[in-house]
């Protein structure tokens, strides 16, 4: 079972928007409304960003959005700031023999 | 507030085992599934093994079948995960993470800081 694609690396300047696709199949991302996003920074733990596709959990920006269409899921971060860069990963539930799938990640970064 | 805190990492020779716990705080932990999240140097995050809150279902990345055990102390409020066979290629920091729900298809809402396993010759 393949890990959903993200492009390697997205870069704004800041103020600017930029989105992240995550690409999957019918069994994963396209069959379920449970794709996260997660945000982690060089040597730390990962940090929940968005669940259940556009979700914010409490504390996380407004500026971080997410959405799905068929089998990509987006995340978009508006009005970019040098805070955000990072590395982001996709997840999602699959009904493939492997529980959850995460994206190869994407590195973001700011001008 | 919610607190993972990952332990057991090492360096160890290939086919040789090793268990990793995780003592978790600030939440009732029988209520929530937990999982296990691996990256290797320089890669991306690989989802490992996940367990329901109360230890009945349990779920494995293909690789690691018949190699790692998930399990659970609710009285100790412990996660583990015991490695045998261990090969080169599961060398990574090993993250615990607390999922969303008591079944583990939701997401991980808290993680541990992680402990590095390393697995060479």
């Known amino acids: 079972q393949s890990a959903l694609t993200q492009p390697a690396s997205v870069s704004g300047s800041p103020g600017q928007s930029i989105t992240i696709s995550c690409t999957g199949t019918?069994?994963?991302?396209?069959?379920?409304?449970?794709v996260s996003w997660y945000q982690q920074h060089p040597g730390k733990a990962p940090k929940l960003m968005i669940y259940?596709?556009?979700i914010r959990p409490s504390g996380v920006s407004t500026r971080f959005s997410g959405s799905k269409s068929g089998n990509s899921a987006s995340l978009t971060i508006s009005g970019l700031q040098a805070e955000d860069e990072s590395d982001y990963y996709c997840?999602?539930?699959?009904?493939?023999?492997?529980?959850?799938?995460f994206g190869t990640g994407t590195r973001v970064i700011v001008l | 507030e919610v607190h993972l805190l990952e332990s057991g990492g090492g360096l160890l020779q290939p086919g040789e085992s090793l268990r990793l716990s995780c003592a978790a705080s600030?939440?009732?932990?029988?209520?929530?599934?937990m999982s296990w999240v691996r990256q290797a140097p320089g890669k991306g995050l690989e989802w490992v093994s996940s367990?329901?809150?109360?230890?009945?279902?349990?779920y494995y990345v293909d690789s690691v079948k018949g190699r790692f055990t998930i399990s659970r102390d609710n009285s100790e409020n412990t996660l583990f995960l015991e490695m045998n066979s261990l090969r080169a290629e599961d060398t990574a920091v090993y993250y615990c993470?607390?999922?969303?729900?008591?079944?583990?298809?939701?997401?991980?809402?808290?993680w541990g800081q992680g402990t590095l396993v390393t697995v060479s010759s």
């Open positions: 600030g939440f009732t932990f029988e209520n929530y599934a």
């Open positions: 367990i329901s809150g109360g230890g009945g279902s349990r």
């Open positions: 259940d596709v556009s």
């Open positions: 997840s999602s539930y699959s009904r493939g023999s492997n529980l959850h799938v």
């Open positions: 019918s069994s994963d991302v396209g069959g379920y409304n449970y």
């Open positions: 993470a607390k999922n969303a729900e008591r079944q583990p298809m939701y997401y991980f809402d808290y």
